[in-house]
């Protein structure tokens, strides 16, 4: 199955900005829905499922938490399997890992598989 990979996270202040980017491999068009999800430090210990930040289907069709709504624009590019994350204003709160995610089309069977990257680390200071 294919992977994912983002970038983009760091130490950013409070009211800054910054834009996380997730690429999946394989062939172009290879996913339906992509996202980001997000954890915040320590949640994870404590058995707490993750965020949902912000999800855009294919057809460019988008969904955000309201914690986020304002804030942050989520984008794709099809062609080359990536998803992006621009986040303005941003709030100690926001401080996380952040997670890529996306259904993977399997062609063969008409499946999807739920992927996940491996995380990017978001802090904001205050």
């Known amino acids: 199955h294919a992977q994912l990979v983002e970038s983009g996270g760091g130490l950013v202040q409070a009211g800054g900005s910054l834009r996380l980017s997730c690429t999946g491999s394989?062939?172009?068009?290879?996913?339906?829905?992509m996202g980001w999800y997000r954890q915040a430090p320590g949640k994870q210990a404590q058995g707490k499922q993750r965020e949902l930040v912000a999800l855009i289907t294919a057809s460019g069709n988008t969904n955000y938490a309201d914690s986020v709504k304002g804030r942050a624009t989520i984008s794709r590019d099809n062609a080359k399997n990536t998803v992006y994350l621009q986040m303005n204003s941003l709030k100690p709160e926001d401080t996380a890992v952040y997670y890529c995610?996306?259904?993977?089309?399997?062609?063969?069977?008409?499946?999807?598989?739920?992927?996940w990257g491996q995380g990017t680390l978001v802090t904001v200071s205050s």
């Open positions: 394989g062939d172009p068009f290879r996913f339906d829905t």
């Open positions: 995610y996306a259904k993977e089309i399997i062609i063969t069977t008409g499946a999807y598989l739920e992927l």
